[in-house]
């Protein structure tokens, strides 16, 4: 926080223990990223982006090195003390939008707010988020009862609803058609300019990476290239 | 998380799939309706039990022959010991005494024949028992001096005889091919279980003795004795324990007598009772516990099902106890509202057995206590979150990396 990063992460390596055999997923990456930055990783797969998304979202720890997310020292957190990190300052955007498929839009936008113990105001806070992704007036709706793209705004409206330090989105576009993924990413990149959200995508896709500041390209586990986009470049 | 949120959620959760939760908590049912069933049956016939024993008299003793194994030389019971006790002296705490000898007797009358137990008794038997006549009168003096050969008749006996149970008075039914003239009939006492009080019938001592029952000089099976009051029936036993002692001349210890108390026959009944009432229930709680097992299934099924929900919980914040609630609510619930049922299914069943009984001529009214109802409801919740407990741990230590990859 002090010197403006969100996230700084040292030598962060990670190791798996497969049955007999070691697998290094991460090598020792360092990352800084600043507040309000749009960021995408992007690498084949067995680059170790998943893994590094579930440790800079808090999902995982690192087996070594040091990770900052907003100036606390997650590393070596509890599971209780990571759950909630997760919960006050990471919101995340899934491929397969992971909604409760039972409740209402309202309540699955409600819920990280239910877990971190806020009642008064909930209710007009999700209100608010929805209208924020253009819900407003599907709060009632099942996810069964909205298209792909409206169950994705849920799910950002769910991740922003507790104003957290950064969006993960992984894949956000990848189940949906290409307007209704345009719009995706319109509301996400709407976010960072009209809040500063610091953004963070993991993507195969090149045209989104392209909308993003940064690009950061892994590889073995390693960082590859790290490298701001033509978006940026051309400006 | 709040606990009525949290209540809400795991009803919805329970309630999209109804088939599956109604299934599940058939086995919690059945064994909660069991126990309760078991339970109120078993106190309607304790119920039924004590009520006939106390039908007896609160102040009476009986005394018969017999005691202890090892006593040397037993001695019987005979009218002169009856005699004793009536020594107000030695037995202050004594009103009446009344000696009895009993066997099975052979009752026929106009080709109708009745096969019972006859008592032969004096008339002391009359206020120490309290019989009351519908008709006729009871055994006099003058009948034991004579040795008449006269019958009383309890009502029910009667009404097997004659098909009516008054205007019998004087009619000669034959005892064992002998005849005896109905001197009276008994009113009902009522009470059924053991033996029918009303099918009894009654014939002077000396006349059993001599003509009917053979018996050594002078023994009888039987001294019914009355204490002066309630409260004096354990004084009352103390001074006829010594005295039979010392006219038996026995050891301490080594009586070869037999005192019996209603008190004695409430224990001994209640202790029955009891040993049943808790046999069946155990057999009951088994079935309970068979529908906990089916519910800690269905809660490792539900929680591999929803592996991902879980993951995405954990991601947005949920603890390991929130889960871990989230499951128990559920499997808790689950299991209380197998109990509600299972109380309202024995509830029937008890409601049935006693309407069966009923039309039987069985008296038996189900007894439901409020205590049995809070302990099965109690107890099955107990064991929801017991057999909830293992499956909502497995939820709660799930990796949120590896749940939300779950496929």
Redesign the interface.
Known sequence: MTDGYVIKADAITKVYQMGQIEVHALRGIDLRIAAGEIVSIMGPSGSGKSTLMNIVGCLDRPTAGSYYLEGEQVADMSDDQLAAIRNRKVGFVFQSFNLLGRQSALNNVELPMRYAGVNSGRRKRAIEALESVGLGDRIDHRPNELSGGQQQRVAIARALVNNPAIILADEPTGNLDTKSGEEIMKILLGLNEDFGTTLIFVTHDPEIASMTERIIHLRDGLVEQDRQSERVANQ | ??FW?GLL?AL??LS?NKLRSALTILGIVIGVGAVIAMLAIGRGAQDTITGSISGIGTNLLFVVPGGSEEVSNPKPLTLTDAEALRDSFVAPSVTGVAPIITGNVELSFAGESLFTQGYGVTPDYMPVRNVEMLEGEFIGEVHILGRAAVVVLGPDAAEELFGRSEGVIGETVRIGGQPFRVLGVMVPRGGSGFSNPDELIMIPLSTAQTRLFSRSRDSVDMIMVQAISAEGVSRATEEVASLLRTRHRTAIGEDDFTIFTQQDFLQTATTITNVLTIFLGGIAAISLLVGGIGIMNIMLVSVTERT??I????????????IMLQFLTESSLLSLMGGLIGIALGWGLSTLVGVIATSQDVELLPNMGLDAILLATIFSTAVGLFFGLYPAKRAADL???EA?RYE
Do not use: F, H
């Open positions: 998380m709040n949120q959620e919805q959760s999209s991902r929900e993951g995405l919980r954990k991601a947005v914040g949920a603890r390991k106890r929130d990796e949120p990396v939300l």
